[in-house]
């Protein structure tokens, strides 16, 4: 079985800390995915990435960034926390067009 | 951009009865999935349906793109309160790439 694994559940912070979320994956997928998702909205997709070191923005990349150093990891940075970060944030992994989500962060900005 | 259209957004049905829940778009995609998610989870993956006027049955579950692979629908036959949850379509974008759009979902309730 594929699993995805995210560091947190639940987390809250304060307006303009550094965020560090993270994402591990076990099934050597070259593509890895964060979203956040907000009611109403969907999946928004905020920056993937197909392989080591190479990323690509998404949709609403503004305010975020990305890491992968190791094809198993794939981190989301938020440089300056802010209230509308509010949400819950999900990791997918990929080889194909079928993707294998995390149980998700829960991310409340103060 | 590419958008894909969920309805209905809500449905509250009782145990047994009968839904069809639609997902269209005038964009082709290459693939269309299906997810379930519950609540405080992430999305898992249900069926992906890849040639235009497929079906695909999974138990009480039918699913089937469009001829044209602009839409795609699923329906649920005798609903019970465990299919309860979030559905979710999502597009494949255009062929070898890996990018998924994602319908709105539709919150689905099943009352025993």
């Known amino acids: 079985d594929v699993k995805v694994t995210q560091s947190s559940r639940y987390l809250v912070k304060r307006t303009g800390e550094k965020v560090f979320l993270e994402c591990v994956q076990d099934?050597?997928?070259?593509?890895m995915f964060w979203y956040r998702q907000d009611p109403g909205l969907g999946l928004r997709l905020i920056y993937f990435?197909?392989?080591?070191?190479?990323?690509e923005k998404g949709d609403i990349p503004e305010g975020y960034s990305v890491s992968r150093e190791k094809k198993e990891r794939f981190s989301l940075i938020l440089e300056s926390a802010s209230t509308n970060q509010t949400s819950m944030y999900l990791c997918?992994?990929?080889?194909?067009?079928?993707?294998?989500f995390g149980p998700g962060t829960r991310l409340t900005v103060t | 951009t590419q958008l894909l259209e969920q309805s209905p957004q809500f449905l509250s049905i009782q145990e047994g009865e009968n839904l069809t829940v639609y997902c269209n778009s005038s964009?082709?995609?290459?693939?269309l999935q299906w997810y379930r998610q519950e609540p405080g989870e992430g999305p898992v993956l249900l069926v992906t349906v890849v040639t235009g006027g497929e079906v695909k049955k999974l138990k009480r579950l039918t699913f089937q793109f469009g001829d044209a692979r602009k839409d795609s629908s699923l329906h649920i036959t005798a609903a019970q309160p465990g299919d309860t949850g979030l559905y979710l379509c999502?597009?494949?974008?255009?062929?070898?790439?890996?990018?998924?759009?994602f319908g709105q979902g539709t919150r689905l309730t099943i009352n025993p």
């Open positions: 997918a992994s990929s080889w194909s067009q079928e993707q294998y």
């Open positions: 999502a597009g494949g974008t255009r062929f070898g790439a890996q990018k998924l759009v």
């Open positions: 990435s197909y392989d080591v070191k190479m990323k």
């Open positions: 099934m050597d997928h070259e593509n």
């Open positions: 964009s082709v995609f290459s693939s």
